[in-house]
């Protein structure tokens, strides 16, 4: 979960105590597009406990979404990875939810009677290490 860095969430940080889904009950969402993998597990998730969530808005780009929580308009989901990743990791604070079961399902299609050349078999064996790397 991002959020802006405000008093509230600042608080919450400093604590170091896990966050659960309960610390973020009620909070604006600001969401990816329908059909986003994360935004669909955070939201089954927040179902089965009964927390409700209010979303105000739905953008298609990680990089609004993250201007829009820095500058304080909401919080969002977004995947650690892409948190890591982000060049504007410092404008907001990230929290790893104590619950952290929220995996995603990825899927490698391929047509299996076809020799695939050279460059999309080492793109498929790299792609197959990579994510049996993550779930080790």
């Known amino acids: 979960i991002i959020t802006p860095k405000t008093a509230r969430f600042l608080e919450l940080k400093e604590n170091k105590r896990p966050v659960s889904l309960a610390d973020f009950a009620d909070e604006a969402f600001i969401w990816r597009e ?9 939201e089954e998730k927040c179902a089965q406990q009964s927390v409700s969530i209010r979303n105000i808005a739905t953008m298609n780009s990680i990089g609004a979404i993250e201007t829009a929580v820095s500058n304080g308009m909401g ?7 892409g948190v890591k990743r982000s060049a504007r990791a410092r404008e907001f604070l990230s929290f790893i939810l104590e619950d952290d079961c929220f995996d995603r399902s ?7 009677n076809i020799t695939l050349s050279p460059v999309a078999s080492e793109f498929k064996q790299f792609v197959l290490d990579y994510f049996s790397m993550l779930h080790r």
Not at 34 to 42: E, H, I, L, N, P
Not at 76 to 81: D, G, N, Q, R
Not at 106 to 112: E, V
Request: charged fraction near 25%.
């Open 75 to 81: 919080i969002s989901v977004l995947s650690e990875m």
């Open 34 to 42: 329908k059909g986003s993998a994360t935004r669909k597990v955070f």
């Open 106 to 112: 990825f899927y490698l299609i391929y047509k299996k």
